[in-house]
């Protein structure tokens, strides 16, 4: 297949991982601890699982995988106000696949379609649309869910919805931002890493530009990469060499997709339609200040938070849970408490468990590091 | 109410005609309505002994059955597919083919089938008769018989259109003795071809992904090629069709009866460039795609080569290929071997693959 192929070749992978060792050697013995980078983007993380990246790479090199999974960092209590919404008499309620299994407190969305609510798996907001036009005598409702990169296709529907004058639809906006996050995360106290992979999607949107801070304030390079696992591996190779350079920048390697100022018919299509939240909560990592957005009050007609009495519920994270430390690299996957025993995919507790680019069901499917008999993988089971 | 039907001449019998273009509850009382729905509709297609009453039971020759082999295969399995109808077959293809592939891959030659309908009032005839004709149109290509049947019609909303069951019988030549749990390590894993057709085929019909997708289900049955394959590598140890679940289900159920480890190798698997396409566009695992007619094939390391040889001479086997290896790892684990020569698990499936968001 054209333009994958070309990125799944073994023979580049081979020299880029020789190269990766090679580089590494000169950065690594002057390291108490194994080199950490982390990739923010829930979509890498499902790339290095799936093609067995890290069996690899050198153990002196650790990747920790990032926040940038939206189904992982979505809260107990917004699945809650998903199925009040779904609750109203006549709603459809329409949402991506993946959120479907997200644990709710008492239940998820796949379980309150199987109690009898109207939940329907879309895959794009303009087919919530095209639902609402069909049935005029219901009320749907999209779970607006993801980072910038989903941010733009829910502006341009309700920007739709708004020229057609579509009365039955609406957005429960629960889009975020990568940038508040990625700080946050720089900013928690005994932060080990030493790079960044930046998400190569969101990058689409924004451009590079906006991760400037992370060289900047913080010191660390951060590499925009693409998804293929050749994308992942240079990536890689590209921080290390600004480590042993001693350099921290902000690098384009998915400069086939990622414009240094972003799509801006997508960004125009964002600001006209949202506006910063004071606040969102992030399952795992808490209450991050400017992370989420909401619907402009010239777009209430179509905001569900606006339409429906949304509880708004506040729902602690189960006790056991780590998914905060996975989230910030301080534990790996299996080093949770519950990995593989009280939260596995069939019964997540976590929602790193939920989505297949959630750091711990990845780690699970696809079993991590394979390496010396695989005695990481799965200790439990 | 059961009907006996045999695969002989109808053109003696007097058929009843079905009236009106809809199915209604009628059409299952039990009365006139449904006998007429039964006569012409299958009957018609299916076949009927000569001119005599239908019976309660299909009354079967033991003698013949006895001819093919020593023990009794005896299946049975429901279809419930959405669409009905899909490109490279319908619900009916797949309850003839479905069946007579269970029986097949425990090396039993399929003879008879049963079929039993649910249909939901308000269905279109025509549609009900387009699916029995591709009933025997299968039953033909399969050479099977479907003797017995019942019909039943429930409200609207009761069932999804039309529901179908089929139970078949085989007979397993002495002998033979094929199983999941017989894998040893050094085996070879074959499959008969491209991988994953029949869930991507079922997807884009579903129309709500909007693609205009040119790939079509691969069912079809599987008896004639596993007869070719047990020829050529008599001791291949087991067989399984790659149904719901895919690939990576089956081989998952086979490492696990057998207490053997399996590695499966990403360059070997035969995906189409439409499937992979489809796969990549909606972040779903071909390995995981149904399939309805491949088979994955446990082979000892020696007979491997002349397995593959001879399936690529069968129609259905023209791209059979060895996709993976059988060894003493961990009992029940299966691990895939990269495009990149990395190295990851290949769990069962939990739950439906759910499209990734971005």
């Not at chain 1, 696949?97 to 309150?112: I, N």
Request: hydrophobic share 45%; with cysteine.
């Amino acid at each position: 297949m054209k333009y994958v192929d070309e990125f799944r070749d073994r023979a580049r992978a081979t020299v880029l991982t020789a190269e990766i060792a090679r580089v590494l050697e000169r950065i690594a013995p002057t390291r108490q601890r194994p080199i950490k980078i982390m990739e923010v983007c829930g979509g890498h993380t499902h790339s290095i699982f799936r093609y067995g990246i890290e069996g690899l790479l050198p153990s002196s090199l650790e990747l920790v995988h990032g926040p940038g999974c939206p189904v992982c960092v979505l809260p107990m209590g917004r699945v809650d106000d998903c199925i009040a919404i779904a609750e109203h008499p006549g709603v459809i309620f329409t949402t991506f696949g993946d959120a479907m299994r997200v644990p709710g407190s008492r239940r998820s969305l796949l379980q309150a379609k199987a109690d009898g609510l109207d939940v329907r798996m879309v895959y794009s907001p303009m087919d919530a649309l095209a639902l609402a036009r069909s049935n005029p005598d219901r009320e749907v409702v999209f779970f607006g869910l993801g980072f910038e990169t989903t941010m733009p296709s829910t502006a341009l529907t309700i920007l739709a919805a708004a020229a057609e004058g579509v009365r039955n639809f609406s957005v429960f906006c629960n889009h975020i931002t990568i940038v508040p996050t990625l700080k946050a995360i720089l900013d928690s106290p005994g932060l080990e890493l030493d790079g960044f992979l930046g998400p190569g999607h969101v990058s689409t949107v924004i451009g590079t530009a906006p991760f400037e801070f992370v060289a900047r304030h913080y010191h660390r390079p951060l590499v925009v990469a693409g998804f293929e696992p050749l994308d992942v591996l240079q990536g890689i190779w590209m921080v290390l060499v600004q480590l042993a350079q001693g350099r921290a920048e902000v690098e384009n390697q998915y400069a086939r997709v990622v414009a240094q100022r972003g799509n801006r018919q997508a960004l125009a299509a964002v600001s006209e339609v949202y506006e910063l939240r004071p606040f969102f909560e992030w399952r795992g990592l808490g209450s991050i200040d400017h992370s989420g957005v909401r619907l402009r009050p010239a777009f209430a007609a179509f905001d569900a938070e606006v339409r429906f009495a949304v509880p708004n519920a506040q729902i602690a994270d189960p006790k056991a849970c780590q998914c905060g430390e996975v989230l910030k690299g301080v534990l790996r996957p299996h080093e949770c408490k519950v990995f593989g025993t009280a939260c596995t995919p069939e019964t997540p507790l976590g929602a790193l468990m939920v989505s297949s680019e959630g750091a711990c069901a990845a780690s699970y499917q696809y079993g991590g590091r394979l390496r010396t008999g695989g005695s990481l993988l799965r200790v439990v089971r | 109410m059961t009907a006996v039907l045999r695969p002989a001449a109808v053109d003696d019998r007097v058929l009843r005609k079905v009236s009106g273009a809809r199915v209604t509850l009628a059409h299952g009382g039990g009365g006139k309505a449904m006998k007429d729905l039964i006569d012409d509709v299958f009957v018609r297609a299916f076949g009927a002994p000569g001119d005599a009453p239908l019976e309660d039971q299909a009354r079967l020759d033991l003698a013949a059955l006895a001819a093919d082999g020593d023990r009794l295969a005896f299946t049975t399995d429901g279809y419930v597919v959405d669409p009905l109808e899909f490109p490279g077959g319908d619900i009916g293809t797949l309850a003839v083919y479905g069946t007579v592939n269970d029986l097949a891959v425990g090396g039993a030659r399929p003879r008879f089938l049963s079929c039993a309908v649910i249909l939901e009032e308000g269905l279109e005839l025509a549609v009900v008769r387009r699916i029995a004709g591709s009933m025997a149109d299968a039953a033909r290509r399969a050479g099977v018989a479907i003797v017995t049947g019942d019909t039943k019609v429930v409200p609207r909303g009761a069932c999804d259109k039309l529901f179908v069951t089929t139970t078949g019988i085989g007979a397993i030549p002495r002998g033979r003795e094929l199983g999941v749990g017989r894998a040893r390590p050094g085996d070879t894993v074959i499959v008969n071809g491209w991988l994953g057709d029949h869930g991507a085929a079922i997807l884009g019909a579903r129309g709500d992904l909007r693609l205009d997708s040119p790939i079509t289900s691969d069912c079809a049955p599987l008896h004639e090629l596993i007869e070719v394959l047990l020829a050529a590598a008599p001791g291949t140890r087991g067989l399984r069709d790659a149904t719901r679940g895919g690939v990576a289900t089956v081989v998952n159920e086979i490492a696990a009866a057998s207490g053997v480890a399996i590695e499966l190798d990403e360059h070997a698997t035969p995906l189409r460039p439409e499937v992979r396409g489809f796969c990549e566009l909606l972040g779903l695992d071909p390995l995981y795609l149904a399939n309805e007619g491949k088979l994955v094939a446990i082979v000892p390391a020696a007979e491997a080569d002349a397995a593959v040889a001879a399936m690529a001479e069968h129609p259905l086997g023209k791209g059979s290929v060895a996709i993976g290896t059988v060894h003493d790892g961990q009992a029940g684990r299966v691990t895939m071997r990269t495009l990149l020569g990395g190295q990851r698990i290949v769990d069962m499936l939990i739950g439906e693959q759910l499209p990734r968001i971005c």
